[in-house]
């Protein structure tokens, strides 16, 4: 069973950097193929997709955003940690980690974190 | 970068009505099409990928279609659990989703 969970602050002043952290269990970021992305979305808006890290060591970031953030795994800890510079009060929403649907190319995420809301003020 | 459009961006319905949902790539995104259903509070759930593939667990009455730059979602016959926000998102290079389409109730 392949769940995801997102942990890290609820609250950060503008210009901070936003460090989340996934925690899973079921899969592992050492098996060929697999991936994890963060994908976040503002309360009442759409979702957007962030970055994504592969089995490799690939990484994919989102080009609006590239400058801001970082993606990374520790395989030992199972964990993807997500990085964001210069938060802004628009960069408020729930953040979630999903895993990558593998056995098929394409980014189509099929098990999700339960979501974490970061909200941005001083 | 492909945008996505979604119409109706909400659509009131009854139990045992037939629902469809559209879904635009600005650009040719073959069959790199996913579709999500959310409900309040809670994360997205996989419904569709590769345009018209079912992710194991869901309902049969749930289907996709289309490829190129238009797709189509479609639910044959609501049920109560189904009202909800509808999301397309093309898995390409750089994912994007659309802005959903809330289906409510009539």
């Known amino acids: 069973q392949i769940t995801l969970k997102e942990s890290g602050p609820t609250l950060v002043k503008p210009t901070q950097t936003l460090t989340l952290t996934c925690t899973f269990s079921g899969f592992s970021l050492s098996t060929s193929g697999v991936g994890v992305g963060w994908i976040r979305q503002p309360p009442g808006k759409a979702l957007e997709w962030l970055a994504l890290?592969?089995?490799?060591?690939?990484?994919r970031y989102s080009p609006s955003l590239k400058s801001r953030l970082t993606i990374t795994k520790d395989t030992s800890k199972n964990q993807v940690v997500l990085t964001m510079t210069n938060m802004d009060p628009v960069d408020t929403a729930t953040y979630y980690c999903?895993?990558?649907?593998?056995?098929?190319?394409?980014?189509?995420?099929?098990?999700w974190g339960q979501g974490t809301l970061v909200t941005v003020s001083s | 970068d492909i945008q996505m459009t979604q119409s109706p961006s909400s659509v009131s319905a009854s139990v045992g009505d037939r629902v469809t949902i559209t879904c635009r790539a600005s650009q040719g995104i073959s069959s790199w099409l996913a579709w999500y259903q959310q409900k309040p509070g809670k994360a997205p759930k996989l419904l569709i990928y590769a345009a018209s593939s079912l992710q194991s667990g869901v309902p049969s009455r749930f289907s996709g279609s289309g490829s190129g730059t238009d797709f189509t979602l479609t639910i044959s016959s609501l049920q109560p659990e189904d009202f909800a926000t509808y999301y397309c998102q093309q898995a390409n290079s750089f994912p994007s989703f659309g802005p959903g389409t809330k289906v409510d109730i009539k």
């Open positions: 999903a895993h990558r649907r593998a056995g098929i190319a394409g980014y189509y995420f099929d098990y």
């Open positions: 890290i592969y089995w490799d060591d690939d990484k």
